[in-house]
């Protein structure tokens, strides 16, 4: 699994976003969940599961919806996976794994950190 992204979406309806990592240090940019009205997704970026039929997440041991996977057009080979909303209990636990399973096989775990 490859890196990503977070999307923040407020109850007004703005959305805001930023790289899980920074693009020049490569060190963890912090998730920020906000006020308790916004919601916050994970989109991630991987190889090899367009082709599943299911798919499990969890982050920081908290089980998390996933919204779908598909190919990514303009890049061949690469996959994006959209989990969320994360649950508020997250807020302050800082880096927290996040694990995914697709037709019940577990992909790499990676970690974000939560704000």
């Known amino acids: 699994m490859a890196a990503g992204f977070w999307i923040r979406a407020s109850a007004a309806g703005a959305q805001s976003r930023d790289y899980l ?3 020049i240090t490569f060190r963890p940019v912090p998730v920020d969940l906000g006020p308790p009205s916004d919601q916050v997704f994970l989109s991630l970026y991987g190889t090899g599961f367009r082709t599943a039929t299911s798919a499990t997440a969890k982050v920081g041991g908290v089980s998390v919806q996933v919204y779908g996977f598909t190919p990514v057009i303009d890049f061949p080979g690469l996959d994006l996976i959209n989990i969320g ?11 927290v794994d996040v694990t995914l399973s697709l037709n019940g096989k577990a992909a790499n775990t990676l970690s974000v950190n939560i704000r």
Not at 85 to 95: D, K, M, S, V
């Open 21 to 23: 990592f920074d693009l």
């Open 85 to 95: 909303p994360l649950p508020r209990a997250l807020q302050g636990r800082g880096e």
